[in-house]
């Protein structure tokens, strides 16, 4: 028999989402067909392709709108998707390879398998340099790239980048900070190269693309046919704008210039998650959360994003704000196991790829994942027409119908309304803000939030009001202690 409370998440999510003509009684591919049309006219994402799968099934796996909106080329699930820091997996995948084959110790200096590093550099461990924590500098500004591709010089070679950086001081000390640079995967790359006695590209297209046979997988875009490769676009004032591709040179390969399409990278991930690249008991020990030095959790795991979602752990990376892959998995690999590729060409918002996978997870299963399904219900709601106490209506919906205990509850509400002024302007953001106040008057960070929104929105004097009631809120506890003779905290 269907506990109560699943089912009112599945009616909660059948209420919220059917105005957008997503019900949670659609055949789920049908249903996810539908989804991502609601993402395309959302976000304005010209072209896109998913496949989601459930401990080795394939759920769904599909492919709609224009590969090129200049000739009106149709998508289909065969074509070839620039995946940007995708590659940057193929790179952890075989360090973890060496580590397991005890040839990589992760906490040994990375200097001590590649000499020549700068000195600054030279007792950082290789666990840092995947983990992105080793404070090293970027040796690459991305903002070169938007428009000015063509414009761009690299360094004619790995030893004139490491020469270059060799003077400039680390961000942070080593394993104390998370912070996302490509200089992290260029070590490892040549770090590879090494061990192997052969070029980086060599190594992952033996190790990785040739054993599993990827015949749609390229590190560079030189070897790329000619047809069935998307054209990529990013999005100026909402709208499309084509991106000209960066001429990445060969030893940035580790990190950028990967073009694959949904089935390479589906096997890849099933690759992974069924112990054939990597055995299930190292990924189970790698794939483990990373506190760091200062006391906070990293963002990495194995060079692997990572995090959690309910019951289920979760780990995946991002290729910019185009493409995403993620795995969840239930206890162990062995267990419920979940596996979502979601890539795009671009879209007018730039809406982040974490959203879309997100929105996926929203539709395939809303009482396993509530947490996304809420996410995406603020969403809708937020974009659907304003009705007079619809935020009261909701509030009560939501109360009735979530499994999730208060604090997660403001806190993912509150974070859907960043989502929302980040990805679609700050009008539908303050929907979602103010209805995080109804659902919770006495919160102090609710009011803030709120009055942070009408600030970005101009209104200075809505705004000082708000952020008042905020500051009420936050003395009121101590107030009340100090009338009761109590200390404060």
């Known amino acids: 028999m269907m506990s109560f409370k699943r089912l009112a998440v599945l009616l909660l999510a059948a209420a919220l989402l059917s105005p957008f003509g997503v019900t949670a009684e659609d055949p789920l591919p049908h249903a996810l067909a539908r989804q991502m049309a609601v993402n395309a006219e959302r976000y304005g994402i010209p072209g896109q392709a998913m496949l989601v799968a459930h401990d080795g099934q394939v759920l769904f796996r599909g492919a709609q709108g224009e590969a090129d909106v200049r000739t009106h080329e149709r998508l289909t699930t065969d074509f070839v998707f620039p995946v940007y820091s995708l590659s940057k997996l193929f790179v952890s995948t075989l360090v973890m390879q060496l580590v397991e084959q005890g040839k990589v110790a992760l906490d040994m200096p990375a200097s001590a398998y590649l000499p020549g590093l700068p000195a600054r550099w030279k007792a950082i461990p290789v666990r840092d340099f995947l983990d992105h924590t080793s404070g090293v500098p970027d040796y690459f500004d991305a903002r070169q790239g938007k428009g000015a591709a063509a414009d761009t010089v690299f360094p004619p070679d790995l030893q004139t980048v490491f020469a270059s950086l060799a003077d400039a001081p680390l961000q942070f000390p080593p394993g104390t900070e998370s912070r996302y640079t490509q200089t992290n995967y260029l070590v490892l790359a040549a770090l590879l190269a090494r061990q192997y006695g052969k070029p980086y590209p060599q190594v992952a297209q033996e190790r990785i693309i040739r054993r599993l046979h990827l015949r749609h997988t390229w590190l560079g875009g030189s070897a790329l046919p000619e047809q069935r490769v998307v054209t990529s676009y990013i999005g100026r004032q909402g709208h499309l704008e084509e991106e000209q591709e960066l001429p990445w040179p060969a030893y940035a390969y580790g990190h950028a210039a990967l073009y694959t399409s949904l089935d390479d990278l589906a096997r890849f991930l099933q690759a992974m998650t069924s112990g054939e690249l990597v055995g299930k008991a190292t990924l189970q020990r790698l794939w483990q959360p990373r506190l760091l030095a200062n006391g906070r959790r990293?963002?990495?795991?194995?060079?692997?994003?990572?995090?959690?979602?309910?019951?289920?752990?979760?780990?995946?990376?991002?290729?910019?704000?185009?493409?995403?892959?993620?795995?969840?998995?239930?206890?162990?690999?062995?267990?419920?196991?979940?596996?979502?590729?979601?890539?795009?060409?671009?879209?007018?918002?730039?809406?982040?790829?974490?959203?879309?996978v997100d929105s996926a997870m929203a539709v395939v299963a809303p009482e396993r994942f509530p947490v996304e399904t809420l996410s995406e219900a603020m969403v809708r709601y937020a974009l659907q027409p304003q009705a007079e106490g619809d935020a009261l209506a909701q509030a009560k919906a939501i109360r009735a119908g979530t499994t999730l205990d208060a604090a997660t509850l403001e806190r993912t509400i509150n974070n859907a309304g960043y989502t929302l002024r980040d990805n679609l302007g700050i009008d539908p953001a303050l929907r979602v803000f103010a209805l995080n106040t109804v659902l919770f008057p006495d919160s102090a960070n609710a009011w803030d939030s709120l009055a942070e929104a009408h600030a970005t929105r101009g209104d200075a004097a809505q705004a000082k009001a708000l952020y008042e009631k905020a500051r009420g809120l936050r003395d009121k506890p101590r107030d009340e202690d100090a009338k009761a003779g109590r200390p404060g905290g």
Request: hydrophobic share 35%.
């Open 298 to 356: 990293g963002w990495f795991a194995a060079g692997w994003e990572s995090g959690e979602s309910g019951a289920y752990r979760q780990v995946g990376h991002d290729g910019g704000t185009r493409v995403r892959v993620r795995i969840l998995f239930e206890g162990s690999l062995d267990g419920d196991l979940y596996t979502f590729v979601y890539l795009t060409n671009g879209s007018a918002k730039n809406v982040w790829s974490r959203v879309l």
